[in-house]
């Protein structure tokens, strides 16, 4: 979730949504500043390195699929999603091979 609200800039309230999520899992705040590290270490390459880290992640299809659709219900907690973000998911979903069932369940 911190690369979607990273991918245009992250304003006060996405910052809550982190906060929020981390609060929620017991390793949550531990995961969180290792995703904001990894973001501030290579802010202009993030994207093609988060996906090089998302694939060495040894995930059935649908565990993934879960994860994306987690992640577009949070960034619906600030009222909307942006392009950029949809974007992303979607292009994390096509290197999945998940970008058909990802879009069949966003789909209004």
């Given at each position: 979730m911190c690369?979607?609200?990273?991918y245009h800039g992250l304003d006060?309230?996405?910052q809550n949504i982190i906060n929020?999520?981390?609060?929620?899992?017991?390793?949550?705040?531990?995961?969180?500043?290792w995703a904001l590290e990894f973001i501030k270490s290579?802010?202009?390459?993030?994207?093609?390195?988060?996906?090089k880290e998302?694939?060495?992640i040894p995930l059935?299809?649908?565990t993934r699929l879960n994860h994306l659709l987690k992640v577009w219900d949070l960034l619906h907690i600030?009222?909307?999603?942006?392009?950029?973000?949809?974007?992303?998911?979607?292009r994390i979903a096509a290197?999945?091979?998940?970008?058909?069932?990802?879009?069949?369940q966003v789909r209004p």
């Open positions: 690369l979607m609200l990273h006060e309230h996405e929020y999520e981390a609060s929620q899992h017991a390793e949550g705040e531990n995961l969180k500043e290579d802010y202009l390459n993030i994207f093609e390195r988060a996906k998302l694939n060495h059935q299809p649908a600030k009222g909307y999603i942006t392009e950029m973000e949809a974007t992303a998911m979607i290197e999945w091979e998940l970008q058909e069932k990802l879009i069949q």
